[in-house]
């Protein structure tokens, strides 16, 4: 998370999915490849029967998918609090889709920090806008391990707001 803009009346922060999408078109590259050879592109095709060419293409599909998921869950979020026209509006911008929403700030009960843990077990932690009506909406499709970091984010904005 990085904020691009601090001024008395606006504040904007930036979070890019990064490596993530890396990792989504790696995942594109690797499958699209032996979509491509099942499609005809690999000379020896034929030496394979029609059970191994099935199997090649349910792996081979499910890693575009996975690509396409990977990319499409990790969109780029920029939130713009904006005291000139008393609204916070958030942006998803991914490969696959572009969604804006806005809220009144005298929406905003508070900035708050989720905790979870990651797969090893350990702490994972991400900024989220609580709104009177009980809602929470993430600043983050990812988060991150750093708590001290999420609570100087966290107090930036609560001192903005």
């Known amino acids: 998370m990085k904020i691009t803009e601090h001024t008395p009346i606006k504040l904007t922060i930036k979070d890019s999915a990064g490596c993530i999408w890396l990792l989504g078109f790696f995942f594109l590259a690797i499958a699209g490849t ?7 592109l690999f000379i020896n095709l034929n030496e394979i029967n029609e059970l191994e060419k099935l199997g090649a293409w349910i792996v081979s599909l499910s890693g575009v998918a996975a690509g396409i998921w990977i990319i499409y869950s990790h969109p780029g979020i920029y939130i713009t609090f ?19 929403e806005t809220y009144k700030l005298s929406e905003i009960e508070d900035i708050i920090i989720n905790e979870s843990v990651d797969s090893e077990g ?18 983050s499709s990812t988060g991150g391990h750093d708590r ?14």
């Open 122 to 139: 350990d702490p994972f932690f991400r900024l989220a806008i609580k709104l009177k009506d009980k809602r929470q909406i993430n600043f």
């Open 34 to 40: 032996f979509v491509l050879g099942l499609s005809g």
């Open 82 to 100: 904006d005291k000139s026209i008393d609204a916070v509006t958030i942006n998803r911008r991914g490969l696959l889709k572009d969604e804006t």
């Open 148 to 161: 001290d970091a999420q609570q100087k984010h966290a107090a930036l904005i609560k001192t903005f707001l």
